[in-house]
């Protein structure tokens, strides 16, 4: 699941992209083996065991879902969690569904993503400066988690962000992803989210809102390509080292 980019001989070697891999690896298979939700583990296998028509000869993987991408990552992007029949049947974020169509179109455009498809785990998509993950790992009943659930799974993606320490950009898909970003992000006073929004955090990190690639927003046209465009685009530009004052550089 993890891209592993090649050594850069000039960094302490605790900094290194295989160094971090190896943690993130070890807090991925944490992650995929959690059960501490029961009702989103009863979910989770239900959907899996249950199946939609059109997957019906596929094993769904009905797991939690770890986040995803190149360990020196300098954006990260945060959904909500995994959709039902996307992310919890292919066991890769954003991957087998519209909304992941949408996505990865966009890094793709922004030279994130090497390629713009994102159907299974093993589709070759690797991405290129960026991480794809989620604060809630296990796909919750229509799409809501509880706050009890998004607690228990936050120190997760906190020791995520801690282990991606080139992460100068977070780009929050939704009002959920943006809201414990900032929480997380230690960002005070909480900060408005709305599409293209931007708050900085204490340590120099920026938190960008975006609206979430859902059908109910893309079907919708309240979210174009275009406007999706536009916020990689500003977290491309932030992401640069020394682009904003306080950001830390590579
Ligand atoms: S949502 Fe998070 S804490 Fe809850 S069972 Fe899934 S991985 Fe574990």
């Not at 300098?74 to 039902?84: Q, S």
């Not at 998004?150 to 950009?169: G, H, K, M, S, W």
């Not at 046209?221 to 682009?243: C, I, K, N, W, Y």
Request: charged share 25%; glycine share 10%.
């Amino acid at each position: 699941m993890l891209v592993v980019v090649a050594p850069d001989p000039d960094l302490p070697t605790d900094a290194r992209p295989e160094v971090r891999a190896g943690d993130l690896a070890a807090l991925e298979a944490r992650i995929t083996s959690c059960r501490r939700c029961p009702r989103l583990v009863t979910w989770r296998e239900q959907v899996a065991a249950e199946k939609r028509a059109a997957y019906s000869d596929q094993e769904y993987w009905g797991r939690p879902v770890p986040g995803f991408g190149d360990p020196g990552a300098r954006i990260a992007v945060v959904g909500l969690a995994p959709a039902a029949h996307g992310a919890n049947r292919t066991g890769r974020m954003f991957t087998g569904d519209r909304s992941g169509d949408w996505l990865y179109r966009a890094m793709h455009r922004a030279g994130l993503a090497n390629q713009a498809e994102s159907v299974s785990a093993d589709d070759g998509l690797a991405l290129n400066g960026a991480w794809v993950t989620s604060p809630v790992k296990c796909a919750p009943p229509a799409n809501k988690p509880t706050a009890q659930e998004r607690n228990t799974c936050a120190p997760f993606l906190r020791e995520e962000l801690q282990l991606l320490a080139d992460v100068a950009v977070v780009v929050a898909l939704g009002g959920f992803g943006h809201a414990e970003m900032a929480r997380i992000m230690e960002i005070s006073p909480r900060p408005r989210f709305g599409h293209g929004s931007e708050a900085t955090a204490p340590d120099g990190r920026v938190l960008l809102g975006c609206y979430h690639v859902s059908q109910q927003n893309t079907f919708t046209g309240r979210l174009t390509e275009d406007m999706l465009d536009a916020v990689f685009a500003r977290a491309v530009e932030l992401s640069r080292p020394g682009a904003r004052a306080g950001l830390s550089e590579a």
